[in-house]
């Protein structure tokens, strides 16, 4: 994060610990966290204070940050090696620990939704769309049960073989990719619920 951005974040945490935000408390900060990236540290910050009372330190920030960044990384499914990288696993390892490094930062598979300089959105917006992409990917980890979804994995559901592929996902198929067992087919309404 940039120097303003570290300003930013001070501000944050200041308006819920009343803490001084000066120009040796930017530099410190900057020193501690200014590799992390500013919105993973923001969502940081304010999962902290609501969980928490205690005085915000940087060492919390960096652990909160990589939960993020590992729950990012254990929801998405690795793509297998292509028929070059399978002939030499290096290539593979380093095109695999170059898609882990993006999906830690929340580039892939959706891009970071601050991109395109639009107003930032709140906290609990980012909450409640990184749970969406959370099952969607998910969801996406198994082939859809759905008769009529001609969904594999890795691939969206449709509402049928010949439409546009959906935004959302067949619920079935979220609860086979969590391993429970799915409801009936012929029970099911509408697509798209998360549940
Ligand atoms: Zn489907």
């Not at 990917?137 to 049928?160: F, I, K």
């Amino acid at each position: 994060m940039t120097d303003d951005e570290v300003v930013d974040l001070l501000t944050l945490m200041a308006s819920f610990d009343r803490r001084t935000v000066g120009d040796a408390d930017v530099d410190a900060w900057l020193m501690a966290v200014g590799d992390l990236p500013f919105a993973d540290a923001k969502v940081a910050v304010v999962k902290h204070y609501r969980e928490s009372r205690e005085w915000l330190m940087p060492a919390d920030v960096r652990r909160a940050v990589r939960a993020i960044r590992e729950e990012r990384i254990k929801v998405r499914p690795l793509p297998a090696p292509t028929p070059d990288e399978a002939v030499d696993p290096r290539v593979y390892k380093q095109r695999m620990a170059d898609i882990i490094h993006r999906v830690g930062n929340g580039k892939m598979p959706f891009r970071a939704i601050t991109a395109g300089g639009g107003a930032e959105p709140s906290t609990e917006y980012q909450e409640a769309r990184s749970q969406e992409d959370r099952d969607r990917v998910l969801a996406q980890t198994v082939p859809c049960p759905v008769d009529w979804c001609p969904a594999l994995a890795g691939e969206p559901c449709r509402p049928s073989p010949t439409q546009e592929p959906l935004t959302t996902w067949h619920p079935s198929r979220l609860q086979v990719a969590r391993g429970e067992e799915p409801r009936p087919i012929n029970k099911q309404s509408t697509a798209g619920e998360a549940s």
